[in-house]
């Protein structure tokens, strides 16, 4: 009698799991960024601009507290709904950043688009990075922003909104790509919004599990490291571990190394055109880590058939930079699937 029992429980509880619905890490990160729907309520405005390109200074509303300020550029040679861009710059940076991309896209034939991240470029408020130093000290302390990746998600998702008002894109031709900061923010973005049709991530690409597991974390705190040290120094700590490292996430990046990393949400893209452009010395995406998630999305692309539409450039001998040949083969891939 107590066998029977005991095997009954087992087999419920196998079929209990085996039942239980999947984790869905997408339903999960939206819930996260999640906050009350305003209207967009644009500004735009012409720009003087000696590239022969029609140039817009806009804005939108993300939510009650942001506006995000862009830049929008289109040639004048295209008319009707065209293929969007979206270029998303890295940290200390600003949309100005990815204008020179910009206009090589446009010229392209697509209307090109950069926007500023949370704290950075027009979004700050006079003091310089610290702006963003604060803000993720902020966070640490459950002040419900997400600075560090997560609310430029909700922006890029909010400027989609404001794209597909327009009648010179084509909702269903949307790009991404972004640089870095902007790369990583770039396959968070397609991984939870469908409407990005196509997504270029530029050094982004890693797993964050790994980095925590192997201490090759310092290369990405690197590029938040006022921030990060602001909080070690009120925790007394002095020498940072891979425990410290995972909390401090905990709190201002919940789920970075587990749902939300590199190889759960990379698969995520697929079937959608993705080109992953990383380095093979790059300290802030250590190549282990960017096989990890290059794999996983790998395997989900074959088992959908779809592996000509899933590419991968591992520049040679370079660290955290992007070059020509790389940008350029990102333009090409996007002509090819967005055909402007």
């Known amino acids: ?101 910009c206009r090589k896209l446009a010229t392209n034939g697509f209307v090109a688009v950069a926007i500023d991240g949370r704290y950075h470029g027009e979004r700050k408020t006079g003091r310089g990075q610290t702006d963003y130093d604060d803000a993720i000290v902020r966070a640490y302390h459950d002040s419900g922003e997400h600075p560090f990746f997560y609310d430029s998600v909700r922006d890029v998702m909010r400027l989609v909104d404001y794209l597909a008002t327009r009648d010179d894109v084509d909702p269903e031709r949307i790009g991404l790509t972004g640089i870095s900061k902007g790369g990583i923010e770039t396959y968070l973005t397609a991984a939870v919004d469908k409407r990005i049709a196509v997504a270029v991530p530029f ?86 880590g960017v096989e990890e998630a290059v794999n996983a999305a790998q395997n989900i692309y074959s088992a959908e058939n779809a592996t000509n539409h899933f590419a991968v450039l591992i520049q040679k001998n370079t660290g955290h930079t992007v070059k020509p040949d790389s940008e350029r083969a990102a333009i090409d891939w996007f002509v090819k699937w967005l055909k402007p």
């Open 1 to 101: 009698m107590i066998f029977r029992q005991f095997f009954t429980a087992v087999v419920f509880c196998i079929l209990a799991t085996h039942c239980a619905p999947a984790q869905s890490p997408r339903a999960d990160f939206l819930k996260l960024i999640d906050r009350p729907r305003v209207t967009l309520a644009p500004q735009i405005q012409p720009m003087p601009n000696a590239s022969g390109l029609a140039e817009f200074h806009f804005s939108y509303a993300s939510d009650a507290s942001n506006r995000v300020p862009g830049i929008l550029m289109e040639s004048t040679n295209y008319s009707g709904r065209r293929p969007v861009v979206i270029a998303l710059h890295g940290t200390d940076g600003s949309k100005n950043n990815m204008l020179s991309l």
């Open 203 to 288: 050094i982004g690409v890693q797993s964050f599990k790994w980095a925590l597991e192997n201490n090759d974390w310092q290369g990405r705190i690197g590029t938040i490291r006022n921030g990060f040290n602001a909080i070690a120094k009120e925790e007394g700590v002095t020498n940072a571990t891979s425990a410290f490292v995972q909390k401090f996430y905990d709190r201002v990046v919940p789920g970075i190394y587990t749902e939300f990393d590199g190889p759960q949400m990379l698969p995520l893209i697929a079937p959608r055109p993705l080109l992953v452009i990383n380095s093979d010395h790059d300290p802030n995406c250590p190549l282990p």
